[in-house]
């Protein structure tokens, strides 16, 4: 089998595929249309965010029985054409789990005690102990929407707090010991915080908006290190500044591109990102909560893992 590596990935993905006997190839800068022009040469291809592989790509990979996407989602692959051409679909997240359940909590932990802040005036000589007051984790509720792999990740990250932690998730039965699974509604009734792990999804897009945000029954803080198109920028900035939201972790953000390795190519930022860009209640990352030493080989390791199961019979 041949295999195209569209994106570079830690060495010990090519390496092993390479000792299982797969003839692996590499292309990391040809258009996507010189890609396409001789996609059909091709078994299975190995991407992380390049391009979207768009029905068009996959009726011209007349002979791909897979595609490995070296990351947790599979939101630049058209899912429903590539299955109904019995296309494998492989993804990682066991990969990158814990990588993001520790970058959620260390985003928690930070905003509750002003750290970014508060480190930023120190270095200035500036020294403010009371307006430096933080808040303490414990006797909190924490909601988390999307319980899979991620959610559960952060979910048992928090078992070293003394707090509740409540999970809504459209499939039935998915709490465990570390997470009891409500409803929607008992979730924006009881959580002060809210921590967004879910997939994107035509159910997903925009679904933290002002309706959403108006449900929670307390003043919350928002996480999200999911994706950035679950949430409306414009809507949390309003609700920032209502104070309805005590303050946000961001990792993601809606003005992404496929591909954040280009984030921002433009000369003007949008108004709301600059809000949050000077907010002091605001943590900005760039999409890393899953970027980590141990997660760059560990993806790696789970693609080859999946690939030696569906192909080897391992």
Request: proline fraction near 2%; aromatic fraction near 8%; charged fraction near 25%.
């Amino acid at each position: 089998m041949k295999i195209l590596h569209l994106d570079t990935n830690h060495p010990l993905l090519l390496n092993q595929l390479n000792d299982l006997g797969f003839q692996n190839e590499e292309d990391y800068t040809s258009s996507k249309s010189d890609v396409e022009a001789k996609i059909h040469l091709y078994d299975g291809i190995i991407i992380r965010s390049r391009f979207s592989i768009d029905k068009n790509f996959l009726e011209k990979a007349t002979h791909l029985k897979f595609i490995g996407r070296v990351g947790a989602g599979l939101e630049n692959i058209d899912c429903e054409v590539a299955r109904s051409k019995n296309i494998h679909l492989i993804a990682a997240p066991e990969g990158n789990r814990n990588a993001v359940g520790e970058h959620t909590l260390g985003m928690l932990l930070s905003l509750f005690n002003k750290l970014n802040k508060a480190n930023q005036e120190v270095k200035k000589g500036i020294w403010l102990r009371e307006k430096n007051r933080g808040i303490e984790l414990d006797g909190k509720t924490v909601g988390i929407i999307g319980y899979g792999n991620m959610g559960k990740s952060f979910a048992k990250k928090l078992k070293g707090f003394d707090v509740e932690v409540l999970c809504y998730d459209i499939a039935k039965n998915v709490g465990d010991e570390n997470c009891r699974q409500v409803s929607l509604q008992e979730l924006q009734e009881k959580a002060t915080i809210l921590s967004l792990h879910t997939p994107q999804t035509s159910l997903t897009k925009n679904m933290i908006n002002t309706d959403f945000i108006n449900q929670f029954q307390h003043h919350f803080w928002l996480l999200n290190t999911a994706r950035g198109s679950a949430l409306v920028t414009k809507d949390l900035v309003n609700a920032l500044q209502s104070g309805k939201i005590l303050g946000a972790g961001l990792d993601v953000l809606e003005y992404e591109k496929s591909s954040f390795e280009n984030f921002f190519s433009e000369d003007l930022l949008p108004e709301d990102f600059r809000y949050l860009i000077e907010a002091e209640n605001v943590l900005l990352t760039p999409h890393v909560a899953g970027w980590t030493i141990e997660s760059h080989e560990k993806l790696a390791q789970t693609i080859v893992d999946k690939i030696k199961n569906v192909f080897l019979n391992y």
